[in-house]
Every structure is written in C-alpha cells, then in structure tokens.
C-alpha cells in the first residue's frame, strides 16, 4: 500500500484535558497510511493550561508544532491560511 506525508492541523480551545490523548489518537489512525506526519496545533486563545501544554509537548514531539493566535488573527481565516501558506508543510 502506498503511505503518504500527511499534515494535520488542529484548533485547540481549552482542551487541556484532551490534548496527549488526540496526539496519541491521531498518530494512531494516520499510522497506517503516512510515511511521516506532522501536527500542527494552534490554540486560539484558550482560557486554560492548553497553550502551556502545547509548548511542552512540541518541545518533547519534533513532529509537533504550535501557533498561538490573537483574536485579531482569529477572526480573520485568510490570514490564517497566509500564516499556513508561509509554512514548511509536508506536502
């Protein structure tokens, strides 16, 4: 079977609780099908510990990345995708 470079790209809003548990659950179902993969998560302004778990976990994952946004740049999704655009995705 072929396998694929895949990105996936995550908005994260005070999900402290959940976010070891949706890298695991994602790197478990692309598994099969990637040859590498990369996640990028961007928090969009959480009120929680997410951000501070983000940084942690993308220091620990290489295959991990983190965008924080402010609600300015939330607000607006073409500016999100220029950000996304500028980026090295796998592709």
Same mark, same amino acid.
């Given at each position: 079977?072929?396998? +694929?470079?895949? *990105?996936?790209?995550? =908005?994260?809003?005070?999900?402290?609780?959940?976010?070891?548990?949706?890298?695991?659950?994602?790197?478990?179902?692309?598994?099969?099908?990637?040859?590498?993969?990369?996640?990028?998560?961007?928090?969009?302004?959480?009120?929680?510990?997410?951000?501070?778990?983000?940084? *942690?976990?993308?220091?620990?994952?290489? +295959?991990?990345?983190?965008?924080?946004?402010? =609600?300015? +740049?939330?607000?607006?999704?073409?500016?999100?995708?220029?950000?996304?655009?500028?980026?090295?995705?796998?592709?």
């Amino acid at each position: 079977m072929q396998k +694929f470079k895949i *990105s996936v790209v995550i =908005p994260i809003f005070d999900a402290e609780l959940t976010l070891e548990n949706l890298i695991k659950n994602i790197l478990a179902m692309v598994k099969p099908f990637a040859s590498s993969c990369e996640i990028i998560l961007i928090d969009d302004f959480s009120s929680d510990n997410s951000w501070n778990i983000i940084k *942690s976990l993308s220091k620990l994952m290489e +295959f991990l990345s983190s965008k924080k946004f402010t =609600p300015l +740049f939330i607000l607006n999704p073409c500016t999100c995708i220029q950000y996304l655009n500028k980026k090295d995705l796998i592709q």
